[in-house]
């Protein structure tokens, strides 16, 4: 046992540069872990000044200074963020309360409806089963009334860690931006001179992850956006909250569209039953999720990111767990970054037990 695990190591770690490469690994990995919520802020808005740094790029190849770009941009993206705060939040905070102020006479609907099945299916479900349903979802309602209830309770909190994202995140950004040759030089000053496969694996992730968050932010609007249109023009209730929803889920592939469909049907059936306005809604929708999956991401994306379905969902799931939405978000760059780095691992070939398959057929 011990000599495979020799010969395994001295096959995989007797490259220096690997070596370098899995510390580097390990630290990042270790300080995000261990430090992510402390730099939260930080690390938020490492990766906002990536996304911008796309559009700033743009702007210097045509010619423009980089620090008059940087204005440019940053100006920009503040907009944006103020319209996000003082514009669509609370729009999207009243549609949440008059939702939940609707929830009760919903319930009392469905119980209603749920009364009516023992008498129409005798055979198939009976007046205790109908009761035991009831009381299940009285629980489930009182349990949501307390995290609601708790989440009240912390809101001060939640509040005052916002006012500071709001002053920290901009200013940090800012910075990133406009001093990033100088940063990256400081950084890069502490790392050896044998980083040569650490530097090729970033270059070419450089460019995927890059192409990949800026691609999923604008999945993000086009998809929100498009599905808020559809649902005012069919007078949906709550189409903005609605909208909003379907363009995050498609932070998550594959599960986003499927768990979003539940509040969006909800909705609508409560607004008008099983009649055709519901029916060319549901079609209306699953026209955008077939555009959004067979058009917009094969534009947005194209080859860039080829992944196998597994390992997409094994990756959400993961990186998930780890770290949450940000972690759903960045699941699928993270996963190609694992494969880019399993793809170049250096690997010594006179530890092999057996010679390769292309040796062998030469022979």
């Given at each position: ?234 007078g949906l209730q709550y189409a903005m ?45 699953a026209i955008i999720q077939a555009l ?72």
């Amino acid at each position: 046992m011990n000599h495979i695990i020799t010969r395994w190591f001295k096959k995989y770690f007797s490259d220096p540069e690997g070596i370098i490469l899995a510390v580097l690994l390990f630290l990042g990995f270790a300080v995000v872990i261990f430090m992510g919520k402390m730099l939260a802020p930080l690390l938020v808005s490492v990766v906002v000044a990536y996304l911008l740094e796309g559009v700033v790029a743009a702007l210097e190849c045509r010619g423009v200074p980089r620090l008059l770009a940087v204005l440019v941009v940053f100006t920009l993206f503040l907009a944006f963020l103020l319209f996000l705060v003082f514009g669509l939040m609370p729009l999207l905070s009243s549609q949440i309360t008059e939702l939940l102020r609707k929830v009760p006479s919903m319930i009392e609907r469905v119980q209603q409806e749920l009364l009516l099945l023992p008498e129409k299916y005798p055979a198939f479900i009976t007046k205790e089963q109908v009761n035991d349903l009831f009381a299940e979802m009285g629980t489930a309602v009182s349990n949501m009334a307390q995290k609601f209830l708790s989440i009240s309770l912390a809101s001060i909190g939640g509040l005052i860690t916002l006012a500071v994202y709001l002053v920290l995140l901009p200013v940090l950004v800012f910075f990133f931006l406009k001093d990033k040759k100088l940063i990256v030089n400081w950084l890069t000053s502490f790392l050896p001179p044998e980083r040569g496969l650490a530097t090729r694996i970033w270059k070419e992730m450089d460019i995927q992850i890059g192409n990949y968050v800026r691609g999923k932010f604008s999945e993000i609007l086009i998809v929100g956006l498009v599905s808020y249109i559809v649902f005012a023009l069919f007078g949906l209730q709550y189409a903005m909250l609605l909208g909003a929803l379907v363009g995050l889920s498609v932070v998550i592939p594959y599960i986003g569209a499927a768990v979003v469909t539940i509040p969006v049907a909800l909705i609508a059936y409560f607004q008008w039953g099983w009649s055709s306005e519901f029916a060319y809604l549901m079609l209306a929708y699953a026209i955008i999720q077939a555009l959004d999956g067979n058009v917009l991401v094969p534009l947005l994306f194209s080859e860039a990111v080829n992944l196998h379905p597994v390992a997409i969902i094994t990756a959400v799931l993961v990186f998930g767990g780890l770290w949450g939405l940000i972690g759903v978000f960045f699941a699928i760059p993270l996963a190609t970054l694992v494969k880019a780095v399993l793809m170049s691992w250096p690997r010594s070939a006179e530890h092999d037990e057996h010679p390769p398959r292309e040796n062998i057929s030469a022979a």
